[in-house]
C-alpha cells in the first residue's frame, strides 16, 4: 500500500554529479512558506530547482525553475 503524503506543497532539486545524470530528489511540505524557505535553500546547490503543490490541493501551481525567484519573492 503507498503511503500518503501529508504535504501540500513540493520541491525538486537536482542532485550533485555522480554515477547518475540528472538524478533528482523531491521533498514535501505542509505549506507554502516551508517550501519556499527549503526552495531557498537548496539554490545555494543548484540552479535546478522546481516547486508546485500536489494532488488534489487546489489550485494547482506549478513554478519552473526560471520563475523559482520570482515566486520566492512573492
Same mark, same amino acid.
Given at each position: ?6 504535504? /501540500?506543497?513540493?520541491?525538486?532539486? %537536482?542532485?550533485?554529479p555522480? =554515477?547518475?545524470?540528472? *538524478?533528482?530528489a /523531491?521533498?514535501?511540505?505542509?505549506n %507554502?512558506?516551508?517550501?519556499? =524557505?527549503?526552495?531557498? *535553500?537548496?539554490?545555494v ?11 488534489p ?18
Amino acid at each position: 500500500m503507498a503511503i500518503k503524503s501529508q504535504g /501540500t506543497w513540493y520541491v525538486s532539486f %537536482e542532485l550533485p554529479p555522480g =554515477k547518475r545524470t540528472s *538524478a533528482r530528489a /523531491t521533498e514535501t511540505f505542509r505549506n %507554502e512558506r516551508g517550501a519556499k =524557505k527549503f526552495a531557498r *535553500a537548496k539554490l545555494v546547490d543548484t540552479p535546478n530547482v522546481t516547486a508546485g503543490t500536489l494532488n488534489p490541493h487546489l489550485p494547482k501551481r506549478t513554478i519552473a525553475a526560471t520563475q523559482i525567484l520570482e515566486w520566492l519573492e512573492e
